[in-house]
């Protein structure tokens, strides 16, 4: 089983128990702690190819925020979070996703959802978390920064 499923199957076990409604966009803002014009780039490309590989090569929106990773995963939806102060960026993404890829119980269908969301390590932009649905609130965030996906 792939980090990516395991994840998955994380918060689709939190979206089973009870989270559903759906994003809520803070104000946007310029910049973003340690985000520069490349990360940025690389960021977009990666929401690029993630909702292509999930059904949507159009998606309607992404945008990206600041936080540490226990904040950013309560914000994506992920019940109680995941525990850690560790510097991250949240990367919301507005569309109609499905994850064929990915594995989950036997005979259930694959995760689907208008919300994807991955929480990125502020310094190295790797991959620490995922999940595809529809409730995210990154109110208590801050200002996000809205993405470019033209």
């Not at 310029?30 to 590989?53: F, M, Q, T, W, Y």
């Not at 914000?75 to 990367?91: H, R």
């Not at 994807?116 to 595809?132: N, W």
Request: aromatic share 4%; proline share 6%.
């Amino acid at each position: 089983m792939t980090k990516r499923a395991l994840i998955l199957g994380f918060v689709l076990a939190t979206i089973a128990a009870g989270c559903g409604g759906g994003h809520v966009a803070s104000s946007s803002s310029s910049s973003l702690p340690g985000l520069d014009a490349k990360k940025v780039a690389k960021i977009e490309a990666l929401v690029k190819s993630n909702a292509r590989a999930d059904g949507d090569a159009q998606p309607s929106s992404a945008w990206v925020y600041a936080s540490r990773r226990h904040e950013a995963n309560i914000a994506a939806g992920a019940g109680s979070g995941v525990p850690g102060s560790q510097p991250v960026y949240l990367v919301v993404v507005q569309g109609r996703f499905v994850c064929s890829s990915c594995s989950g119980p036997p005979g259930h269908a694959p995760p689907r959802g208008s919300v994807m969301t991955f929480v990125l390590d502020r310094k190295t932009l790797s991959g620490l978390d995922f999940g595809i649905g529809g409730h995210v609130d990154t109110g208590a965030l801050g200002p996000g920064l809205r993405l470019s996906l033209g």
